[in-house]
């Protein structure tokens, strides 16, 4: 669940993700597939006590500090594990799905609410985002794989994921 062991299973990109610029569209893929979020220091986390991210349909996006530091997974450096279908058109994707991820955290009413406590991050700025496509596998299930493994490690959901993932019957 490392920044290295991540590569080795084909992510790919490890690229700032807070700042609008900084992750340009032309390194994302259109594909579907999964991402994270990783926090490349270990130090200890600061909380702000109102979200960076846009309110979608009137709902703010803040949660108390308790919360936050109650779901926080020490010595984890993954935060968040997201999907992206392709849509029903086949042309959501990747690229589509972080760009949203990214205006919300700038404070757009986009709807990407799962993830939101990353926001809430004071150096939310200086995350990474990697991602990799998921042509051979549904990207739910690579998703609801992914967020399973990390709790068998750490004992509980990444920081910024309320739930498991959706696991599809056979």
């Known amino acids: 669940m490392t ?10 990109g490890f690229a700032p993700f807070g700042e609008p610029g900084e992750l340009s569209d032309s390194e994302v893929p259109t594909e579907a597939g999964i991402h994270v979020v990783l926090r490349p220091t270990a130090s200890r986390p600061e909380f702000l006590p109102v979200s960076t991210a846009g309110h979608f349909r009137g709902r703010d996006p803040s949660v108390a500090v308790e919360v936050l530091r109650a779901a926080w997974v020490e010595d984890a450096g ?13 042309r959501r994707g990747l690229r589509k799905r972080l760009d949203e991820y990214r205006r919300h955290g700038a404070g757009q009413a986009v709807g990407h609410w799962g993830g939101r406590y990353i926001w809430q991050l004071r150096d939310s700025a200086a995350l990474l985002v990697a991602w990799r496509p998921t042509a051979e596998q549904d990207p739910g299930d690579a998703e609801a794989g992914l967020i399973a493994e990390f709790m068998e490690v750490h004992g509980a959901r990444p920081f910024a994921n309320r739930n498991r993932g959706l696991v599809r019957k056979a």
Do not use: N, Q
């Open 3 to 12: 920044r290295d062991g991540l590569a080795e299973r084909g992510f790919c």
């Open 78 to 90: 993954i935060l968040y594990v997201g999907k992206a279908s392709a849509g029903r058109t086949g």
